[in-house]
């Protein structure tokens, strides 16, 4: 059985030529650890220890960083992130019913991911497109005016994409 850091070596080396490319890896902390979850997609232990030992950094500041910005996760996020708008205007329009229809139609709850990695979902506090509300946003695209019988729509649009090998 192939370790975490042989099955995702092609990973590593993406994250090495990154950086290789720093002018200096001095402060480059929360940079590199951007770039790895953008790579990876998360930042489990492995890819931690990792950027540690290439920043010559101990492992606790890179734990504590990684720990301290909520933009960085340590569990695996889905292939598609979907984000229900919870701010004052979407709620009052019913955002809490299609968060609650996604959660019933994904079997997770906000803040989770599905079993096969296909989806992640949550609520935010606002996206900024109160004209819009309700607003779902999935992967940077925009749905305005979600009703919850919308939500099997949206999510087929992406089950849609599965590639049969």
């Known amino acids: ?24 890896r001095k402060g480059a902390l929360i940079q590199v650890l951007h770039h790895a979850q953008g790579i990876f997609g998360f930042l489990p232990k492995e890819v931690q220890l990792y950027i540690a030992k290439a920043l010559d950094v101990a492992p606790s500041k890179v734990y504590g960083v990684v720990s301290f910005y909520s933009y960085f996760t340590t569990e695996p996020r889905g292939e598609y992130k979907i984000s229900v708008c919870l701010g004052t205007v979407c709620f009052v329009k019913g955002a809490d019913k299609i968060l609650a229809q996604f959660e019933k139609e994904l079997g997770i709850k906000s803040g989770e991911t599905t079993k096969d990695l296909k989806f992640s979902l949550e609520g935010l506090r606002c996206v900024g497109a109160c004209g819009l509300a309700p607003v779902v946003v999935v992967n940077g695209k925009v749905y305005g005016q979600v009703k919850p019988e919308d939500v099997t729509s949206i999510l087929d649009n992406y089950r849609e994409t599965e590639v049969n090998c």
């Open 1 to 24: 059985m192939c370790d975490f850091y042989s099955r995702n070596k092609h990973l590593f080396d993406q994250l090495d030529n990154f950086i290789d490319s720093l002018e200096t």
